[in-house]
Nanobody, 125 residues
Framework: QVTLVESGGGSVQAGGSLRLSCSAS?????????MGWFRQATGKEREFVAS????????TYGDSVKDRFTISKDNDRNILYLQMNALKPEDTAVYFC?????????????????WGQGTQVSVSS
C-alpha cells in the first residue's frame, strides 16, 4: 500500500511562484520507479505536467510548463517537489502527484496507479 499526500497549493498573482510537495509512504513504495505531477482545471481533462524517474532523476515536462516549472525529489525522505515560477492564470487547476511502476511511459495518467488527493493552485491576473 502506498499513500501520496500533496501540500503547498494556494492562491498567487500572475508572475508569482509556488512550490508543491508530495510525501510518499508505504512499504511497497520501493516498487514505484516514476513519479509525476498532473493537473486538472475545471471542466477539462487531466493534463500531464512533469515526471521524474526515481532512481536517476531523469525528467520530462509538458510543453505548457517547460522553462517555468521544475520537478525534483528527495530520495531520503521520499518527497516529490514541483517548483512553479512565472505562474499564469491558465495554470489554475487542482494538482495531483502520482506514482507509476512503468519507467518508459512518462506522461500518460493511465499508467500511474497511485494518486494523491490533489491540491488547489489558483493564479489571478
Amino acid at each position: 500500500q502506498v499513500t501520496l499526500v500533496e501540500s503547498g497549493g494556494g492562491s498567487v498573482q500572475a508572475g508569482g511562484s509556488l512550490r508543491l510537495s508530495c510525501s510518499a509512504s508505504g512499504p511497497t513504495f520501493r516498487h514505484y520507479v516514476m513519479m509525476g505531477w498532473f493537473r486538472q482545471a475545471t471542466g477539462k481533462e487531466r493534463e500531464f505536467v512533469a515526471s521524474i524517474l526515481w532512481f536517476d532523476g531523469d525528467t520530462t515536462y509538458g510543453d505548457s510548463v517547460k522553462d517555468r516549472f521544475t520537478i525534483s525529489k528527495d530520495n531520503d525522505r521520499n518527497i516529490l517537489y514541483l517548483q512553479m515560477n512565472a505562474l499564469k492564470p491558465e495554470d489554475t487547476a487542482v494538482y495531483f502527484c502520482a506514482a507509476s511502476r512503468i519507467q518508459h511511459i512518462r506522461d500518460d495518467p493511465e499508467w500511474f496507479g497511485i494518486w494523491g488527493q490533489g491540491t488547489q493552485v489558483s493564479v489571478s491576473s
